[in-house]
């Protein structure tokens, strides 16, 4: 599987912004995609989340503001930013978890910097 990611930048606090993430390769037994963060000097963290069934889930700290959705003719999963904080700034990353029958292996996008500073 692998993860094409697009979007981020820079935004003023109270902004938006949007992150997609393409799958391709062997996506048939993807079971759920979703976006983890890392700031400088932090563990990497759940922003959201979203299962084949349609489920989502999200970080505490994002719950309200972002909204995690899915495409899933094109197998696009789309992360809409709003209200962002300057505590929101760190390297966004795509992720996507896919059975292989009895275990899972989970595949990470190259990572897009998100930046919120006036």
């Known amino acids: 599987v692998q993860l094409a990611e697009s979007g981020g930048g820079v935004v003023q606090p109270g902004g938006s912004l949007r992150l997609s993430c393409a799958a391709s390769?062997?996506?048939?037994?993807?079971?759920?995609m979703g976006w983890y963060r890392q700031a400088p000097g932090k563990q990497r963290e759940l922003v959201a989340s979203?299962?084949?069934?349609?489920?989502?889930d999200y970080g505490d700290s994002v719950k309200g503001r972002f909204t995690i959705s899915r495409d899933g003719a094109r197998n696009v999963v789309v992360l809409t930013m709003n209200s962002l904080k300057p505590e929101d700034t760190a390297v966004y990353y795509c992720?996507?978890?896919?059975?292989?029958?009895?275990?899972?292996?989970?595949?990470w996008g190259q990572g897009s910097q998100v930046t919120v500073s006036s």
């Open positions: 992720t996507a978890r896919r059975d292989r029958g009895g275990a899972y292996d989970d595949y």
């Open positions: 979203i299962r084949r069934s349609g489920y989502t």
């Open positions: 390769g062997m996506i048939y037994k993807i079971v759920s």
